[in-house]
């Protein structure tokens, strides 16, 4: 499987961006899919995922601006991201089982 995001930009405070992973290769519908993102200076961290079966997890501060969703028919997944915050600023990847695709830039500005 390989893994392409887009969507990132910048916006401002409050705002909106909806992130999109679009998978190539056998086996996307049977993985789990993530998204996590890198804060400047800071390490990974999981920011949401899904299951096969579209069970989902969020991290606290993420719950209920976010939403994760997934079309395995189409082999895409997204990220709903509403009102943004400055912290939420980070490279964000879209993950599908151990596959890390390359990851979109979001910038959310005071």
């Known amino acids: 499987v390989q893994l392409q995001a887009s969507g990132g930009g910048l916006v401002q405070a409050g705002g909106s961006l909806r992130l999109s992973c679009a998978a190539s290769?056998?086996?996307?519908?049977?993985?789990?899919v993530g998204w996590y993102r890198r804060a400047p200076g800071k390490q990974h961290e999981p920011v949401a995922t899904?299951?096969?079966?579209?069970?989902?997890t969020y991290r606290d501060s993420v719950r209920g601006r976010f939403t994760i969703s997934r079309d395995n028919a189409r082999n895409t997944a997204s990220l709903q991201m509403n009102n943004l915050r400055p912290e939420d600023t980070g490279i964000y990847y879209c993950?599908?089982?151990?596959?890390w695709g390359q990851g979109t830039l979001v910038t959310v500005s005071s």
């Open positions: 899904i299951t096969r079966g579209g069970s989902t």
């Open positions: 993950t599908a089982g151990e596959k």
């Open positions: 290769g056998m086996g996307f519908g049977m993985r789990e």
